[in-house]
């Protein structure tokens, strides 16, 4: 009697055992495993540049000279967030404004240095202030002036192709951001009649 | 053996981001826009003149007639390159040398056919020009036996020209003579006319 419940018992047993073994495999598929990506999205800085394209100065000599000048404003736009450097340079390696065989030299002045204007000869200027363009002897402020005789604004000879001149330097994203650039002449009646031309060119850079 | 593999994947996915990176960032540094102005400055044409203002003649009349003469300098500066013109014309519509009631009448010579004085009679003539000829010209004070050519003053709705030039001058001179012709039946006394120069830019 006793045996044969002993041999019961150790078949429940088994049965039991045999149970755990079963239900043993489905606890171990639980786990798990995981695994991330990176999104990068580079944006490119972009930058635009414009100009009024033509600046017109009228000059009526008189025998001991006049200044004559006009503004352009150069327009810049950037994404870049470290801003943006501006440069002026003329288009070719010859700096005078010529009409025909008459010219008119590119002043001595320089940014730093900038002079009154000698009869026969052109430059620019920019305001003194202006946004990180570095040292610089400009005036504060500059005005159009039409046939003046007296004047004692202070411009720079605009530089060869080869050797731009930094005129402004940000430090942020810019929208239409303007910077006002002032070209001037002095004539005295020695100085031929006619249209003299030269192209200047601006150059903006991302930093 | 996975799991490495996807080690390996995720490690060589990070250095494509790197890669990427960097070049993006080279593009950036170099992104420049340029634009041209041209520069416009218009001289406008000038000119000038100026003349001594004053011309002295001196004259002793004969009984048949005696010729004095002196001269003017025009001077004219212009920065045009197409040059200028210059025309004289008396000032007004009287064209004699007046003093008083008493008067010197214009010749009548022309720029083209200038002739020599007659008595009472004035005149212009310039070097080089016309039918006055190339031949130097000096003064001549009380020449009785003048054969020098002349011409007669315009009014001054009709001036003559005198000179045309095809480039800028600067102090570019004309020298203008005038002289009269007077014998002794013209009263004494300081005749005087006065005579304009304009010169324009061609």
């Known amino acids: ?207 | 053996m996975g799991v490495w593999r996807k080690r390996g994947l995720l490690v060589s996915g990070s250095l494509s981001s790197l890669v990427l990176t960097f070049a993006s960032a080279a593009v950036v540094s170099g992104a420049s826009s340029s634009g041209n102005t041209t520069i416009t400055v218009t001289i406008a044409d000038v000119i000038s003149v100026s003349t001594p203002s004053t011309v002295s003649i001196s004259l002793t009349p004969t009984t048949g007639g005696a010729v004095s003469s002196a001269s003017d300098t025009v001077t004219v500066s212009t920065n045009n390159t197409t040059g200028y013109t210059l025309t004289l014309a008396d000032a007004d519509a009287t064209t004699t040398l007046a003093s008083g009631s008493n008067t010197f009448t214009a010749h009548t010579g022309t720029q083209t056919t200038p002739t020599a004085l007659a008595n009472a009679r004035w005149g212009y003539r310039v070097v080089g020009l016309g039918g006055f000829g190339a031949t130097a010209y000096s003064a001549e004070t009380n020449n009785n036996s003048s054969t020098s050519t002349w011409a007669g003053m315009p009014a001054n709705a009709s001036p003559n020209t005198i000179k045309t030039t095809a480039t800028t001058a600067t102090n570019d001179t004309t020298t203008v003579w005038y002289g009269v012709r007077a014998n002794t039946s013209q009263p004494g006394g300081a005749y005087t006319g006065t005579i304009t120069y304009t010169a324009v830019t061609n």
């Open chain 1, 1 to 207: 009697m006793k045996s044969k419940l002993k041999q019961r018992i150790g078949a429940v047993a088994t049965g039991v055992a045999l149970l755990g073994v079963i239900v043993s495999p489905v606890i171990a598929s639980a786990a798990s495993q995981s695994a991330s990506t990176t999104i990068n999205a580079d944006v490119a800085s972009v930058i635009s540049i414009s100009t009024g394209t033509t600046v017109n100065i009228a000059l009526t000599p008189t025998p001991g000279g006049v200044v004559s000048s006009a503004s352009d404003i150069v327009s810049v736009s950037t994404n870049n967030t470290p801003g943006y450097t501006l440069n002026i340079a003329d288009s070719d390696a010859t700096t005078t404004l010529t009409s025909g065989s008459n010219t008119f030299t590119a002043a001595s002045g320089t940014k730093v240095a900038p002079i009154a204007l000698t009869n026969g000869t052109w430059g620019f200027a920019v305001a003194t202030a202006t946004t990180g363009i570095g040292t610089n002897g400009f005036d504060a402020s500059y005005s159009a002036e039409t046939n003046a005789g007296s004047s004692t604004s202070k411009w720079a000879g605009i530089p060869a192709s080869g050797s731009p001149m930094l005129l402004k330097s940000t430090t942020g994203t810019a929208t239409s951001d303007t910077t006002t650039v002032w070209y001037a002449a002095r004539a005295s009646t020695s100085q031929a009649n006619g249209t003299y031309t030269d192209t200047v060119t601006y150059t903006a850079t991302t930093k």
